[in-house]
C-alpha cells in the first residue's frame, strides 16, 4: 500500500496489481503495493482477516436492530449472482456453499431508508448486497439484489440521480501488529471520501446528521 508514487525500479519485478477488489458500481477504498513486500503483506492481513473492514449502506426500509449474520453463500457463475443460505447446500451439489459472516448496524432510519453501518468480517462477491437482501433489507438501487415493488428505488434513483447500489467501503482498522510491508500502516485507520451521492442522500433524508 502506499500514499506516494510508485518508482520505476520496481516495475522490473512487481506487476502493480489491487490487493482488495469492489464489486461493480461499488464506492470506496482500493488498495494499490508499490513493493512486493507491500503486496503481499496486504494479502496476508486480509487472507488473515486481522484488518478491520467497514462499509457504509442505504438499506431499502426501516431497520431497527442490529444483525450479526453468519451465513452460507453460493455462487452462480452462469448468472454472475449469489444464493444466501441458512445452512450449506448438500455435499451433492456442484456449487460449494462458502461461510459468510457480516455485521450490520443501524445508524438512523426513517420509514423509507435506513444508513446502516457494515463490518465485513468474510470477503466474498456480493456478499453484503446478497445478506442484506437475505435480512429482508436490501441495498437501495442494486440492480440484482433489490426489487422495486414499492416503487422506492424508482423514487429514490429519480430524486437524487442514483445510478447502482448506494453502497460505500469507508474505512479499513489495521492493528498494531501487522505483516511485513505493512509497519506504516500499524495501528491506523484509513477513510474514504464520502461520495456526491451518499452526501445529497443525508442531506435530502437525514438533515442535521453527518456520515462521519
Known amino acids: 500500500p502506499a500514499r506516494a508514487h510508485l518508482p520505476a525500479d520496481p516495475l522490473g519485478i512487481l506487476n502493480p496489481a489491487l490487493p482488495n477488489r469492489l464489486d461493480r458500481n461499488t464506492a470506496g477504498i482500493l488498495w494499490f503495493a508499490k513493493t512486493l513486500k507491500g503486496a503481499q503483506g496486504m494479502a496476508q492481513a486480509l487472507r488473515e482477516r486481522s484488518i478491520g473492514k467497514y462499509y457504509y449502506a442505504f438499506l431499502v426500509g426501516k431497520l431497527e436492530e442490529s444483525h450479526d449474520s453468519v451465513l452460507y453463500l453460493t455462487k452462480n457463475s452462469e448468472t454472475n449472482t449469489v444464493t444466501i443460505t441458512e445452512k450449506p447446500l448438500s455435499t451433492g451439489s456442484e456449487a460449494k456453499s462458502e461461510r459468510v459472516h457480516t455485521g450490520i448496524e443501524p445508524v438512523v432510519s426513517n420509514r423509507r431508508v435506513t444508513l446502516a453501518r457494515i463490518r465485513l468480517y468474510t470477503g466474498k ?88
Not at 505483516?179 to 451518499?198: A, D, M, N, R
Open 125 to 212: 462477491s456480493h456478499q453484503i448486497r446478497s445478506v442484506c437482501k437475505h435480512i429482508g433489507f436490501p441495498v437501495l438501487g442494486d440492480p440484482k439484489y433489490s426489487t422495486d415493488n414499492d416503487g422506492l428505488n424508482s423514487y429514490f434513483r429519480a430524486k437524487y440521480h442514483l445510478h447502482g447500489q448506494q453502497l460505500f467501503a469507508y474505512s479499513y482498522e489495521f492493528p498494531e501488529e501487522v505483516p511485513e510491508g505493512l509497519e506504516e500502516l500499524s495501528g491506523e485507520t484509513i477513510t474514504g471520501i464520502v461520495p456526491e451521492t451518499f452526501s445529497s442522500i443525508m442531506l435530502g433524508e437525514f438533515p442535521g446528521e453527518t456520515l462521519l
